[in-house]
């Protein structure tokens, strides 16, 4: 009796810490989920901003423990062996994204379901408090660490606290997907607000929707911040495997650790190295999934490169099925990994190795099979993009429940999304000029380095190292790395399909990684012939040094600029986001919509990219701004747009849309605008107006005699007949009549630049 009375105090006690623990993260999900956030963020600023900055700071840690401890749950569970903290972290991943898109499928997602399972797994790993890996304190290891760190606080304040409001495709289509789920608890769509393409790119990314059932949607932000630390991570790994810095002495080998760190903050610091293609990772959209593809492709990498052990192919298996089963085209960047690792493996006899490969061609394989199979039963369609590959095995009866596959027909058309040259010798040239270009500089810097070498034997001699003989490292790590990186950039450059540009950016990353590698493989050679001239003792701290000044200049000319043409401070101190340097949307024209019109839902017949920030947009009633492609007016497109004047009216009139928006000074005129119903002899005989301003009309159904402004009938008949004009200056046909009769298709485009005029009717 009395040891339990000793006992008690002290379970007590434990559990106590144990709930401080949780109390910080507590106050700010509380602190986050505040109503009314994101329309302070928007137009006031001030304290709000300043608390929602902080909560998120002390809540992205636990955040990336939350992940932490799910790999080490599902490796004790499954191998019962220890794993590498990149490991963990992205089978955790991996766990969380299957375990999410689980409880959507179910409409289990609830705030009180998901938040009990995450504190339960983090309680349980509590139970095993990991210690840190002690490295030997050095100058350039203490100055690299804290670079690193300044770079990850400015790209944090700049890329994943401050809401996207830049991005139109965040704000239109991965935000309100998050909220919609959470909203449902559940990943299927609302019959009311059929969101499917967002449903196609989101229903399977499980660990957004699982942090989204108690954060709001911009924590899709905070986990791709999340994801570039991993991409650091795994580079500090691959750069210790491809690197043959053992080979080249034992001082060089106790300089890895800080070269690894340098060449990670270079690759995420790295800027574009083609034209087109939008530049390093740290300016991608946080707010999108693909820093959760290119990280999971940079680990796929380290996988097959590594000597393989059991748990890789755990890894193998179970990330590249989660990854293609968040979206199935991902596949084909997985099966090149898989295919490089069996090839490599297969020519080295290492059967364990060549496994791991197989596993994850075969779990990328399942994964794209459950996608397609899941869109398919439930959308009608395997997949939206490559629309022209899966439009003739679409279902249009099942998919007609959610959309319009006419309105898709259409956007292939008016967007030109076909490839029109599908091999380009003007991609290929590039290619081979950036291929040469990454010789180039590896041959300058192999140059450089030896000369450094060399002058260090002739300064400071040291042959205690010299005569010890050293195995050859093997080259399968470099092959694999240069290959992907090849294979990756000769495909964008030759093909020119803006998603897959869009993916491959995280091959940025890769370019410092390869070419320091090129040039360590030649002093390599040179080594190999005469060991003698690497007798020096200050080389590989001049070359950390060199490291270290180029990591500095390209942190302070490329993350620095964006931070600071973002406001990044400016926000973190209480700046409103309308007011940041780079906003050009006007959110005050959605309030004011809301303010003037209440709960009455508004169908925008031009200027689609002004009102971006009105769809889904929180700060309105749930489906007030009718989407052009996502909506249940948009299931009605051949009894609206393409059908006749009285049949759109009694269309619409059913559907409960009473207000029509027309931006003035804009030709931006898109599907439902074309309809007949908006004809100019149609104009008088059935709208009035109900509202003008300097930049919109707002249409509403004639009601008795209310007589037509004869200026804005005018006016929005010129719009509408000059934004037709236009388009068939572009395409040499006019899309919409196209497809609504069924024309055939001009595949030459005329003057794609006329686009241009639709904005502002030029």
Not at 40 to 54: A, D, I, K, N, S
Request: charged fraction near 15%; glycine fraction near 6%; charge should be positive.
């Amino acid at each position: 009796m009395g040891a339990a009375k000793v006992r008690l105090p002290t379970i007590l006690a434990a559990w106590l810490r144990r709930v401080l623990i949780f109390v910080p993260a507590a106050v700010s999900i509380w602190c986050l989920n505040q109503p009314g956030t994101y329309r302070t963020l928007l137009f006031e600023g001030g304290w709000t901003t300043r608390f929602y900055v902080v909560a998120w700071i002390v809540l992205t840690p636990y955040l990336g423990w939350l992940i932490m401890a799910t790999g080490r749950l599902t490796f004790s569970l499954i191998k019962h062996e220890p794993a590498q903290r990149v490991d963990e972290f992205f089978v955790g991943a991996a766990t969380l994204i299957l375990a999410g898109s689980g409880l959507g499928f179910l409409s289990l997602l609830y705030p009180q379901i998901v938040l009990g399972l995450s504190i339960a797994l983090l309680l349980w790993d509590l139970r095993s408090v990991w210690k840190p890996q002690k490295l030997a304190p050095s100058f350039s290891l203490l100055a690299l660490s804290l670079l690193g760190l300044w770079l990850l606080a400015m790209v944090f304040l700049d890329r994943a606290v401050m809401p996207d409001v830049v991005s139109t495709d965040v704000q239109q289509l991965y935000a309100p997907y998050l909220a919609e789920v959470a909203r449902n608890h559940s990943t299927w769509l609302a019959a009311d607000n059929p969101i499917f393409s967002d449903f196609e790119i989101g229903h399977g990314n499980g660990l957004h929707l699982w942090l989204a059932t108690f954060l709001p949607p911009h924590v899709a932000q905070i986990v791709s911040f999340l994801y570039f630390v991993g991409i650091g991570a795994v580079i500090f790994e691959l750069v210790r495997i491809v690197l043959p810095l053992q080979a080249l002495g034992w001082r060089w080998q106790d300089a890895a650790v800080p070269i690894a760190l340098g060449l990670a903050i270079l690759g995420l610091t790295w800027p574009k190295t083609v034209p087109s293609v939008t530049p390093g990772l740290h300016t991608m959209e946080f707010g999108k999934y693909h820093l959760q593809t290119a990280a999971f492709f940079v680990y796929f990498l380290l996988v097959v490169t590594r000597s393989s052990q059991r748990r890789d192919r755990l890894a193998a298996g179970i990330c590249a099925f989660a990854i293609t089963a968040s979206y199935p085209l991902y596949a084909a960047f997985v099966w090149l990994i898989s295919a490089l690792g069996m090839l490599t493996k297969a020519l080295q006899r290492d059967r364990s190795g060549l496994m791991t490969g197989a596993l994850l061609g075969l779990g990328a394989i399942a994964g794209c099979i459950l996608a397609f199979s899941i869109n398919y039963l439930y959308l009608g369609i395997p997949a939206t993009n490559p629309y022209s590959l899966f439009r003739n095995v679409a279902s249009v009866e099942r998919f007609s429940e959610f959309g319009s596959l006419d309105i898709l027909d259409f956007f292939v058309l008016a967007q030109s999304l076909e490839v029109s040259d599908f091999f380009s010798n003007a991609g290929l040239f590039a290619f081979f000029k950036q291929v040469k270009s990454v010789l180039l500089v590896a041959v300058l810097l192999a140059a450089t380095t030896w000369a450094v070498v060399f002058a260090d034997w002739k300064l400071f001699p040291d042959c205690s190292d010299v005569s010890k003989s050293r195995t050859l490292p093997n080259p399968a790590g470099l092959f694999i790395v240069i290959a992907y990186l090849a294979s990756v950039r000769l495909l964008d450059m030759t093909l020119n399909i803006p998603s897959l540009i869009r993916l491959s950016v995280h091959a940025n990353a890769l370019f410092p990684l390869a070419t320091v590698a090129i040039a360590c493989w030649g002093l390599l050679i040179i080594r190999r012939l005469t060991p003698i001239w690497f007798a020096g003792r200050h080389a590989p701290e001049v070359a950390v040094l060199a490291l270290l000044i180029a990591s500095a200049c390209t942190t302070v000319w490329y993350p620095w600029r964006s931070f600071r043409d973002d406001g990044a401070i400016a926000f973190a101190s209480g700046r409103p986001l309308r007011q940041m340097p780079r906003v050009a949307l006007d959110w005050q024209r959605c309030d004011e919509l809301q303010q003037s019109t209440g709960s009455d839902r508004i169908l925008p017949l031009n200027g689609y990219r002004t009102m971006v920030p009105c769809y889904f947009s929180p700060l309105l009633t749930r489906g007030k701004i009718i989407h052009t492609y996502e909506s249940d007016v948009a299931r009605d497109f051949r009894k609206i747009a393409a059908g006749s004047a009285d049949t759109a009216e009694a269309t619409l009139r059913a559907l409960g849309v009473n207000l029509f928006y027309v931006q003035k000074e804009n030709c931006d005129f898109w599907l439902n605008g074309f309809s007949d119903l908006f004809r100019k002899d149609e104009l008088p005989k059935r709208f009035t107006v109900r509202t003008e301003t300097p930049d919109y009309w707002l249409l509403t159904w004639k009601n008795g005699n209310q007589p037509m402004s004869p200026d804005a009938e005018a006016e929005i008949s010129t719009l509408r007949t000059r934004s037709k004009d236009i388009y068939r200056e572009a395409y040499g046909v006019e899309p919409f009549e196209a497809i609504k009769h069924g024309l055939p298709s001009n595949d030459k485009r005329r003057d794609l630049k006329a686009l241009e005029q639709l904005s502002k009717c030029r």
